[in-house]
């Protein structure tokens, strides 16, 4: 028996050494992006990452089915007392889009909130999600695109990958829907893939943008799908939550 243990000890040693040893390179792109530096656009050629803010709201179950319906994948960037529509969140991530972190309350004033303050303004949206979907996001975007102060040192600190755009769709600052269309059609396909800047908020951005978009999207060859995996990360997405679940606001 003693013989027979020491043969299963030294093959198993060996299947280990006989394991591929990652290059540093290789172990930088599993860990995906760093935590707390500003991306704009995605890492790779061929895709377009549709990102919603604001949400979730009424409009976000017609978001999802469009999306669905037409194999496309987008990043929701959560805010607010997301316990009021946990079904809308619960469906997106089941249907394999992102969810990501908009902040619990939108500050106006995030690019200057003590790191205390900011880091409040993440984890009640944390224990939100975790109670909603049983996860951590480690993507977020800040409100009003704001990067200064203790934003991203604090992102650093909590793990987050901090996302921006660059496309601005404009719908929130009253753009109508054929305006959008011409700034991603100036934007065009070449180079890495987009990352615009989208709100769920309005009907004329889930009901007539998107259709559009995917459509665009197919004319030209481009995938749709999360941020995460527009950066090479499709399964960094998440973590183990840090925040004990919460359900109410």
């Known amino acids: ?137 480690t993507y977020m975007r800040p409100p009003y695109l704001a990067t200064g102060g203790n934003v991203l040192s604090t992102m650093k600190t909590l793990g987050y990958r901090v996302i921006t755009d660059d496309i601005d769709s404009g719908d929130w600052n009253g753009l109508t829907a054929q305006q959008s269309e011409q700034r991603f059609q100036q934007a065009g396909t070449s180079g890495n893939g987009h990352i615009p800047l989208m709100h769920e908020v309005y009907a004329s951005t889930v009901n007539t943008l998107v259709p559009w978009l995917i459509t665009w999207a197919k004319q030209n060859n481009l995938r749709l799908v999360t941020v995460a995996e527009c950066l090479g990360d499709a399964g960094g997405a998440y973590t183990t939550p840090t925040v004990a679940a919460t359900s109410t606001c």
């Open 1 to 137: 028996m003693r013989l027979v243990s020491l043969v299963l000890s030294a093959t198993t040693f060996l299947a280990v050494l006989a394991e591929p040893i990652p290059s540093p390179l290789e172990a930088f792109k599993r860990a995906g992006p760093a935590a707390g530096q500003v991306i704009t656009k995605c890492s790779q050629s061929g895709l377009l990452a549709l990102a919603f803010d604001d949400g979730p709201y009424q409009y976000t179950s017609t978001l999802v089915n469009t999306l669905n319906q037409a194999g496309a994948k987008a990043t929701f960037f959560s805010t607010g007392c997301i316990h009021n529509q946990a079904a809308a969140v619960k469906a997106a991530y089941n249907s394999g889009h992102q969810i990501a972190s908009h902040t619990w309350s939108h500050p106006s004033n995030f690019g200057s909130l003590s790191a205390s303050a900011v880091t409040q303004e993440m984890q009640k949206l944390e224990g939100a999600l975790n109670k909603i979907i049983g996860k951590k996001p």
